[in-house]
């Protein structure tokens, strides 16, 4: 890299770089220039000239977090480089973010596929055929549209379907999904749902393990990707660090060298499997039965932390024979006086869980007594009561490891080796994401975590963790308190109205009935922002039948997603680099460029539609006034965070350690006192009217798959069981038509195992049919070793033109979890066969 000072020695905001001649005559990105890689590699512009500009955002790729922080080469008003910030703090040389992905910017901005004006539909839904009108137009459309569906219907007859990526409280819709009632925290999207009543749909993806941490507080023993350093074993469950966490791999290489030991449970022989010291194929879906089966190994063998599941845990708590818990109040006892409620100024009263002190021979509040009992079975105040770790146990019991060797397909042998290392060679961590996220029976998996870290003792302390955090969404480190906390006031709304959230999937059976949950639910006009349903959501011909309902389908999208194809309406949208933005309470991105065309930020898009809705006023800031109230915050005024700060500086790299203690404290997660592994109130997050069954959403459980199983009714039809990832040259849907990345990944391709590829005829590089009842994929087919003889690793992130024929998603299923709300993407079962060609 050509810069080894930071920008805070001496150089100035907007400071106009050296360059060298060479460099000079480099073409700019997104005119006709060569794109190779060598070129993207090399840091070309390595000098200074006039001509240039330094800008500091983001990459905008939807990778978990708020996406790494770049920063921007501008010349002759376009951008031309993106790289990686490689200013942080010397002491930090740890923080190192962005991939070549990232670096990919100045081609998104300036590709073939971006929308440059409003675009109307002018054939069939979906024909691809466009009519290019004026904003004005535009805009009376889509709000006269939306006025005649509310006139008609209510206010909940127009919808916003919002998905994650990018992060911006002007812009972006991302919000706190799990909370009830939905809060959100953009600026744009919240004021005017507030306003209008309208519905909102939440986005489906990565939903499993944001509830389960409602109900069982898992997230909240998470650690920064660093903690694995502490490890002695690690899990990498359900997870590949290398290809798509990318800010946490070299930790986890380093945990390894000094002398970790690194375990990866997972159905396909992944870049970080590779590197494991313990690899166990698992069987799709049947992750919750491994972990019981661990489990039941452990109590067998005696290798648990019973000071941890008494005093840590949830396990002495008395279950009584309802479900419920014996709480104070059952006994006729007072509540216990808890932490002043800033509503009402008062302590709050605690009608705390009961449990049994054995050495005082008496019953009482578990935040009073330590070391309660944690086995046996009691009768108190008329109530027949057993503690929860009895309970757990017997309800546990079938998940021999014998009979996980068979259901998971791994052997015996090497579930009992990772139950030792994980019980004895501590600490310990297991870290997760989306592998165990993405099928029906998701949810039990993250409770029964909790039951298998809680018997171990691995949680709350060094080394461990149930999840590990991304590191780009603290490399600007300037903001442990500031957050989007700072947002709450820029959101408030005079006579605000409480309209319905609801997971976006739920489309197709709310246009079937009109209704939700029991509910009147007329949506009509739906207006899809920072997602591309059609390309990553599950159940997609269900997905366009739905739409093919609606009065009115608005996409507004940058690009021309496989989404937008089925819009009536496509609004162009400005991307990161093209608008000024910031992640409340810290970071600001700037604005580095003009927007392409007659793009515009969905901060104007929404101002436009207030103003025609009949709301002129519901903006009542500008945009630098909404940023600056979010930015200039007591903390970030007291650390150098302010809106000048960073217009001053671009990009500020401060540490916890470098800044004022008082406020780095405030609004840090507090971790529960107990590990939750039995849930005495499980509740849906959606409120769609199915009764759950407390027996199995309460206690650890293992449920059968609902269709990627060995006893699913299709299994004989569909022997293979079809999966996605995210894969590493891929960020979602977002990296369309990039040539930088078309060389790293051409086209989408299957993967398959040799011994499945031979049985069908398959070689290396032919172009295959992968199939259900519900559709099909033509591409390319990699023949490996790497995946399991009854898997097919099926594309993900890719769209319609991308593939030889059909759609990967079309394979999937639209059911979701019904609990959590989260997409059963991987419910897959399939076949595939060498493709002739012939007509579908
Ligand atoms: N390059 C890249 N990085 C990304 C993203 C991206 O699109 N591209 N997206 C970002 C986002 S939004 C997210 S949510 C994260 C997801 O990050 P991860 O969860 O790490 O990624 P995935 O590839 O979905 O799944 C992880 C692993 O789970 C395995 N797996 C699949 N089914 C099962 C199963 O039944 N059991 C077990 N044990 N493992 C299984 C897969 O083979 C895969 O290796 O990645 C983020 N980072
Ligand atoms: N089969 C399968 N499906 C999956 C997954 C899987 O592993 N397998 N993973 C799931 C996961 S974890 C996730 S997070 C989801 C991701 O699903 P999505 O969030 O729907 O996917 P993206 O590709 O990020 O969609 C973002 C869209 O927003 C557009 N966009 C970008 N910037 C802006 C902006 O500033 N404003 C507006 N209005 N639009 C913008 C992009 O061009 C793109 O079309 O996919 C899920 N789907
Ligand atoms: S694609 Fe993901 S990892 Fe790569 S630069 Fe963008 S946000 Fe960072
Ligand atoms: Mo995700």
Redesign the pocket.
């Known amino acids: 890299m050509s810069e080894t000072k930071s920008p805070h020695a001496g150089l100035t905001r907007r400071s106009f770089l050296k360059t060298t001649a060479a460099v000079a005559g480099a073409a700019a990105v997104g005119e006709a220039v060569t794109p190779n890689l060598t070129a993207l590699a090399a840091d070309t512009r390595s000098g200074e000239t006039p001509e240039e500009q330094v800008f500091y955002s983001a990459c ?1 790729g ?1 990778c ?1 977090g708020p996406s790494c922080r770049m920063k921007g080469i501008v010349r002759e008003g376009k951008l031309v480089q993106v790289k990686p910030v490689s200013d942080y703090n010397a002491a930090h040389p740890e923080f190192k973010t962005g991939c070549v992905k990232g670096q990919t910017n100045p081609q998104r901005l300036y590709g073939t596929k971006r929308v440059l004006y409003p675009l109307k539909r002018a054939g069939e839904r979906g024909a691809g055929e466009w009519e290019r009108i004026s904003w004005d137009e535009a805009i009376t459309l889509l709000t006269d549209k939306m006025k005649a569906a509310q006139e008609q219907y209510g206010d909940s007859a127009i919808a916003f379907w919002h ?4 992060s911006g409280i002007l ?2 819709a991302t919000s706190y999904m799990p909370m009830k009632p939905r809060g959100g925290t953009s600026v744009s999207l919240e004021r005017f749902v507030k306003k209008t009543g309208a519905t909102v749909m939440t ?1 489906a ?2 939903l499993c393990y944001m509830w389960m941490n409602n109900l069982t507080g898992y997230s909240t023993y998470s650690a920064p990707a660093s903690e694995v350093l502490n490890s002695k074993t690690i899990l990498l469950w359900g997870i590949n660090p290398v290809g798509a966490s990318r800010d946490m791999w070299h930790f986890v290489r380093k945990a390894k060298e000094n002398g970790a030991t690194l375990i990866t449970i997972d159905p396909r022989f992944q870049l970080s499997a590779a590197q494991s010291d313990l690899y166990l194929p698992v069987r799709p879906a049947t992750d919750g039965y491994l972990a019981l089966a661990l489990c039941n190994h452990i109590i067998d063998n005696d290798w648990v932390d019973w000071d941890f599941l008494a005093n840590e845990s949830v396990a002495p708590f008395l279950r009584k024979e309802d479900g419920t818990l014996l709480h104070l109040s059952d006994l006729g006892m007072e509540p216990e006086e808890g932490p002043v409620d800033a509503a009402t100024g008062k302590p709050k009263a605690i009608d705390a869980e009961v449990v049994y002190d054995e050495a005082a021979g008496e019953f009482g509040s578990a935040n009073k007594i330590s070391d309660p009992a944690v086995r046996g079975s009691f009768e108190v105040g008329g109530f027949k009561v057993q503690t929860v770790f009895d309970y757990v146990v017997s309800r546990i019991k079938e998940y021999t490891v014998e009979k996980a060797a068979e259901v998971c397909d791994v052997p015996a042998e090497k579930i009992e080796e990772v139950a030792r290392l994980y019980a004895t060679a501590k600490p310990a961590g297991i870290a997760t994401y ?1 592998g165990c996220g ?1 099928y029906y029976n998701s949810r039990h998996v993250y409770k029964n975590f909790m039951l298998l870290a809680s018997l171990t003792g691995n949680l709350g302390k060094k080394g461990t963790y149930a999840y590990l955090e991304h590191l780009q969404e603290h490399t600007e480190v300037g903001s442990p308190a500031g957050g989007t906390t700072s947002t709450v006031d820029l959101i408030k709304v005079d006579d605000a109205k409480q309209g319905v959230a609801v997971t976006g999937q739920y489309l197709p059976e709310i246009m079937e009935s009109g209704k939700f949950g029991g509910k009147d639910l007329p949506i009509k006009v739906v207006y899809v ?5 059609l ?4 159940g997609r011909q269900a997905l366009i039948e739905a739409i093919k309902k609606l009065d009115f389908f608005c996409v ?4 021309m ?1 496989d ?2 194809r089925y819009a009536d309406l496509v609004l162009p ?4 680099w093209e608008k000024e933005d910031a992640a409340g309470g810290y970071a600001l991105f700037e604005k580095a460029v003009e927007p392409a065309g007659e793009c515009k930020t ?1 901060m104007d898009v929404f101002r436009m539609l207030a103003d025609k809705m009949g709301f002129p006023d519901l903006y009542d800031k500008t945009d630098e006034e909404y940023l600056r109230a979010a930015l200039d915050t007591p903390f970030n005024k007291a650390n150098g965070f302010t809106y000048d700060d960073y217009k001053e500086k671009g990009f500020i790299a401060k540490f916890p350690e470098d800044m004022a203690p008082a406020a780095a404290a405030s609004g840090a997660a507090t971790a529960k006192k107990r590990a939750v592994f039995y849930i005495e109130k499980p509740y849906a997050k959606d409120d769609n009217g199915r009764v759950l069954d407390m027996d199995i959403e309460r206690a650890p459980y293992f449920e059968e798959p609902l269709e990627a199983s060995v006893n699913s009714p299709e299994h004989e039809k569909y022997p293979l069981f079809g999966f ?3 894969e590493i040259y891929h ?4 990296l ?1 038509d990039i040539p930088w990345m078309n060389e790293l990944r051409p086209e989408p391709r299957i993967e398959i195992n040799e011994d499945a590829a031979r049985d069908r005829g398959i070689k290396q590089g032919d172009t295959v049919r992968v199939f259900n009842d519900r559709g099909f994929v033509v591409c390319k087919a990699v023949v490996t070793k790497g995946i399991r003889p009854d898997c097919i690793l ?1 594309p ?2 890719w769209q319609t033109d991308d593939f030889i024929a059909g759609h ?2 079309d394979l ?1 299923r639209v059911d979701m979890d019904p609990i959590t709300g989260n ?1 059963a ?2 419910e897959i079962l399939c076949e595939v066969e060498l493709y002739d060609g012939g007509a579908e």
């Open positions: 905008g939807n978990g998905s994650y990526v990018g812009n972006h986005p993806a990565d989306q993405h922002m920072q997602g591309n349903p390309a990553c959501d599950s507004a999208d940058p690009h997603s989404t937008a949208i400005a991307l990161t969905d996605s990832v995210h960020a979602q849907s977002v369309v099926l993900h992130g990967s998603t999937t997409s993407y991987n």
